[in-house]
C-alpha cells in the first residue's frame, strides 16, 4: 500500500507541474483561400467577379512546387478565373499505356488518365497548345492572331523551376506533339522576390496573364490577374524580402555566386 501512495504522489507532482506549463503560441490565422497569413493575404486584390474566358488552362506541376504553396502564383491564377478554367495537375510525368489519334498521327500520349482522365480528351484535341520555350515553337502573338476571341482554347503550361520544367517535358513525350508557343517581348518579370534564371523568364501568373490577353484579344486581363503578384510582392519587400535580379543578369555582371561560393563564404564566417 506503501508504494501505491508513493506513486500516487508522484503523480500527483508532475499534474501539478503539467498545470504550470505555458500554452503553445498560437499559430497565425492563415487565409483559406491564398494560404497565406491573414495579416499577408493577397485575396482583395483578385478580380471582384473570377474572369470568365473561353480559355482553359491546364499547369502540370512538380511536386515540389507544393513546398512553396504560400508563394506559388498558380493559385493566384485559378483564383482570378472563373470556376473550372485553371486545373492544376501534379506529377513529375504523365504516362499512359494506350494511345490516341492526334492531329492524325498515332502516338503514345504518355497520360495519366487515372489521376486526370479529362487529359486524354484535351490532348486529341486540335486547339490545344503547349507553353513552353524551343526551336520549333511558335510566337504566341502569331498564333493568337489565328485564333477568334471565343475560340476555346486549352493551353497547357509546365510549373517548377527550370529544370523540373524541362524534366517533366521530356519524361512526357506526348507534350512533343502539341503545338508549341512561346512569349517574347514580355520585359522584366514583376516576380522580384525570386530569382528567375534570365530576364525573359516569368512567372506561371505571368504567362498565363500574357497568353490569355492575346488569345482572348483583351489586353486588360494581364492587368487584372498581376494584381496580386505585385501585392504580395510589395507585401514582401516591406517586411524585408530583397528584390532579385535574374541568375544571367547577376553571371554577365560578375555578381553571381554558386552554391560552392556560398558555401565557402558560409564556412569562413562560422
Not at 510549373?159 to 523540373?164: L, S
Not at 482572348?216 to 528584390?243: N, W, Y
Request: with cysteine; proline share 7%; hydrophobic share 35%.
Amino acid at each position: 500500500m506503501s508504494e501505491v501512495g508513493e506513486d500516487s504522489g508522484f503523480l500527483d507532482v508532475w499534474a501539478d507541474f503539467g498545470d504550470d506549463l505555458p500554452d503553445p503560441p498560437a499559430k497565425r490565422p492563415v487565409c483559406d483561400k491564398c494560404l497565406r497569413p491573414s495579416t499577408a493575404c493577397w485575396c482583395p486584390y483578385l478580380p471582384r467577379e473570377p474572369l470568365s474566358v473561353h480559355t482553359t488552362i491546364y499547369i502540370l506541376q512538380h511536386p515540389f512546387e507544393e513546398r512553396k504553396r504560400s508563394l506559388q502564383t498558380g493559385i493566384m491564377l485559378k483564383n482570378g478565373l472563373a470556376p473550372g478554367k485553371c486545373r492544376i495537375l501534379q506529377g513529375k510525368r504523365f504516362s499512359l499505356k494506350r494511345y490516341v489519334r492526334l492531329n492524325t498521327t498515332i502516338i503514345d500520349a504518355n497520360l495519366c488518365l487515372k489521376r486526370y482522365p479529362e487529359l486524354e480528351s484535351v490532348i486529341a484535341n486540335p486547339n490545344t497548345i503547349l507553353v513552353f520555350p524551343g526551336p520549333k515553337a511558335l510566337d504566341l502573338n502569331d498564333y493568337a492572331e489565328t485564333c477568334r476571341s471565343d475560340q476555346n482554347v486549352n493551353l497547357i503550361m509546365l510549373d517548377g523551376t527550370w529544370a523540373q520544367a524541362k524534366g517533366i517535358y521530356n519524361k512526357s513525350p506526348f507534350l512533343h506533339h502539341l503545338t508549341q508557343v512561346q512569349l517574347s517581348g514580355t520585359g522584366l518579370s514583376e516576380y522580384v522576390i525570386r530569382t528567375q534564371p534570365n530576364d525573359s523568364s516569368l512567372s506561371t501568373l505571368e504567362t498565363a496573364a500574357i497568353a490569355l490577353s492575346a488569345i482572348e484579344k483583351s489586353p486588360t486581363i494581364r492587368e487584372t490577374l498581376v494584381r496580386p503578384l505585385r501585392a504580395m510582392c510589395d507585401f514582401q519587400i516591406k517586411h524585408g524580402a530583397v528584390r532579385h535580379q535574374s541568375k544571367q543578369y547577376l553571371i554577365d555582371n560578375g555578381l553571381y555566386k554558386s552554391r560552392n561560393d556560398r558555401n565557402k563564404i558560409t564556412s569562413a564566417k562560422s
